[in-house]
């Protein structure tokens, strides 16, 4: 029987317990969690508990090695993110988010055209849950044994 | 020349000789530049319309990615506080010594004009290396520097605005023409501010759901030519147009996706960008710098020494000492990109000549070579004095 990936949301198979930094964590906790955990990236989240941006390894590897990097890479904006030390300073704004009642299909069609790995799920500017290519490739698994 | 192959020696030579100076501890720039020299004094002809199509949308991206990824509302907002007197005083004084030096040589008032414009902003990119290097990218007045940075490109993009629209009346603009002017500036920004904050949003979200092959970076790419267009249509400059139209962006996250981004920035940094900074190679003439003689030297010596008094004034008023201020004057000495687009823009509307436009690239290239060993010194003697 096929399934109709189009009738199942994001909600249904996101990851509802999410590890999130504050906006005012140092770069050091920083550093202490992507060792002690394999996640690609942290989502920040903001006092009044609203998803501001996103801490990825991208960007933690490129503070580390800033000194380093040839000086065509010093842009304004990597320049301004080296001289930071806390999250709130260095993270990537803006994260691409989805409604939790998008459906599995459109959310996945989503980041198989551009290239996102993973999105945040959203209520209310509220985080409530995070969806990757592994989630959904786990999902279908599943339901096909 | 064929044009294929005439752009396939320019994007070869530009790489090439980008890497070399890359590596050699300078800006690419100057390699992207030396490139076009060197290809003028072969056989490319600069006139050439398809090249000049190229450096224009090379002019267009090179400002659409400092709008799209570099400007961000809320550090242009820290920036204000932190180095809003620093950041005016080295604009203006730069500015009056560009002017002054045009009206000593008797030059039209908009060729004066441009010239002050063409001294204001800075390129802090070519003080970074060194001030890592010798760790002082973290101090205080290393974090003045950046912020000073931000607003410096605003505030010359701003300049430039205004003096494109005052050259369209090739005389000194009436009361009512100067109204007519920033009316227009006023509606231009009114529109992008709407487009930005209402309309390019909901856009973007019917945009990712479309099935054709990169909808969204195509979409981005025809922003960056929208707004460039529009600008043209209010009497401003298609590179302020594509500035505002980035900015408009980038709080976007369909848009600002990092596979979007990355395509923007290799279309752009990848092939248009070089070609521009060849293309102003090719533009150089240079027989007219040696015409030039003392103006040339007196472009050179005055947009330099205006930076580092401008900034040391404005500085030592924000309450740093002595030496800090000395460190922020040469440090804000550099010009690059920015300046460039302006100076070619102002070429192409013919509102400066040749003279004038080979004199300012060669003030660029002296200040990208001589300011990081400037500011090293300038350092190093802060050092020396304090520990003694």
């Known amino acids: 029987m096929t399934i109709d990936y189009s009738k199942l949301s994001v909600a249904e198979i996101m990851t509802k317990d999410v590890m999130s930094v504050g906006e005012n964590t140092t770069i050091v906790d920083l550093l202490k969690l992507f060792r002690k955990y394999h996640?690609?990236?942290?989502?920040?989240?903001?006092?009044?508990?609203?998803?501001?941006?996103?801490?990825?390894?991208?960007?933690?590897?490129?503070?580390?090695m800033f000194n380093q990097m040839p000086a065509y890479e010093h842009t304004l904006l990597s320049v301004i993110r080296s001289c930071s030390d806390v999250a709130g300073g260095i993270m990537t704004t803006h994260p691409v988010t989805v409604s939790q009642d998008a459906s599995l299909s459109e959310t996945a069609d989503l980041m198989l055209k551009h290239h996102v790995h993973r999105v945040y799920v959203v209520d209310k500017g509220k985080l409530v849950g995070i969806l990757s290519k592994r989630d959904i490739v786990n999902e279908i698994c599943k339901r096909r044994e | 020349m064929n044009?294929?192959?005439?752009?396939?020696?320019?994007?070869?030579?530009?790489?090439i000789f980008a890497e070399i100076i890359e590596r050699a501890g300078f800006p690419g720039i100057l390699g992207?530049?030396?490139?076009?020299?060197?290809?003028?004094?072969?056989?490319?002809?600069p006139d050439d319309d398809i090249l000049s199509f190229f450096s224009m949308l090379g002019a267009i991206f090179l400002l659409f990615i400092v709008g799209?990824?570099?400007?961000?509302?809320?550090?242009?907002?820290?920036?204000?506080?932190?180095?809003?007197?620093?950041?005016?005083?080295?604009?203006?004084?730069?500015?009056?010594?560009?002017?002054?030096?045009?009206?000593?040589?008797?030059?039209?008032?908009?060729?004066?004009?441009?010239?002050?414009?063409?001294?204001?902003?800075?390129?802090?990119?070519?003080?970074?290396?060194?001030?890592?290097?010798?760790?002082?990218?973290?101090?205080?007045?290393?974090?003045?520097?950046?912020?000073?940075?931000?607003?410096?490109?605003?505030?010359?993009?701003?300049?430039?605005?205004?003096?494109?629209?005052?050259?369209?009346?090739?005389?000194?603009?009436?009361?009512?023409?100067?109204?007519?002017?920033?009316?227009?500036?006023?509606?231009?920004?009114?529109?992008?501010?709407?487009?930005?904050?209402?309309?390019?949003?909901?856009?973007?979200?019917?945009?990712?759901?479309?099935?054709?092959?990169?909808?969204?970076?195509?979409?981005?790419?025809?922003?960056?030519?929208?707004?460039?267009?529009?600008?043209?249509?209010?009497?401003?400059?298609a590179v302020i147009g594509a500035f505002i139209g980035g900015a408009c962006l980038s709080s976007i996250p369909f848009a600002k996706i990092e596979d979007v981004q990355n395509k923007v920035s290799g279309i752009s940094y990848g092939i248009f960008v070089p070609i521009f900074f060849a293309y102003i190679g090719l533009s150089i003439d240079l027989s007219a710098i040696q015409g030039a003689g003392l103006f040339a030297l007196l472009v050179i010596v005055l947009a330099l020494s205006s930076k580092l008094i401008g900034g040391f004034i404005g500085t030592k008023i924000a309450g740093f000492n002595s030496y800090d201020s000395l460190i922020f004057g040469v440090g804000m000495m550099p010009r690059a990109g920015v300046e460039l687009v302006f100076i070619s823009a102002g070429r192409g509307l013919g509102i400066i000549g040749d003279e004038i436009f080979s004199a300012i690239v060669l003030m660029i290239v002296v200040s990208v070579i001589v300011s990081p060993a400037l500011l090293k010194l300038v350092i190093e003697y802060k050092e020396r004095s304090v520990s003694t």
């Not at chain 2, 044009?3 to 790489?15: G, M």
């Not at chain 2, 992207?32 to 003028?40: R, S």
């Not at chain 2, 922003?223 to 600008?231: D, E, G, Q, R």
Request: charged content about 10%.
């Open chain 2, 32 to 45: 992207e530049m030396a490139a076009g020299i060197f290809l003028g004094m072969l056989w490319i002809n």
């Open chain 2, 68 to 237: 799209y990824k570099e400007i961000n509302l809320q550090e242009v907002k820290a920036s204000i506080k932190i180095a809003l007197i620093p950041t005016l005083c080295s604009v203006i004084v730069p500015f009056s010594f560009g002017f002054l030096l045009g009206k000593a040589f008797n030059l039209e008032f908009i060729e004066c004009l441009f010239i002050g414009v063409a001294f204001s902003p800075t390129s802090i990119g070519v003080s970074v290396r060194t001030l890592i290097d010798l760790d002082y990218l973290s101090k205080k007045i290393g974090s003045t520097m950046l912020s000073s940075a931000i607003l410096d490109d605003i505030i010359g993009i701003f300049m430039f605005s205004v003096l494109i629209s005052i050259a369209t009346y090739h005389h000194i603009p009436t009361s009512m023409q100067l109204m007519i002017i920033g009316g227009k500036f006023v509606i231009f920004l009114i529109i992008m501010i709407i487009l930005g904050w209402k309309v390019f949003p909901v856009l973007f979200t019917y945009i990712h759901k479309m099935q054709v092959k990169e909808s969204i970076f195509a979409f981005v790419f025809m922003i960056a030519i929208f707004s460039a267009y529009l600008a043209e249509v209010f009497s401003l400059h």
């Open chain 2, 3 to 15: 044009i294929l192959l005439q752009l396939l020696l320019i994007l070869f030579l530009a790489k």
């Open chain 1, 39 to 64: 996640y690609h990236s942290y989502p920040v989240i903001s006092q009044t508990g609203e998803l501001v941006g996103i801490i990825s390894e991208d960007i933690v590897l490129e503070i580390l």
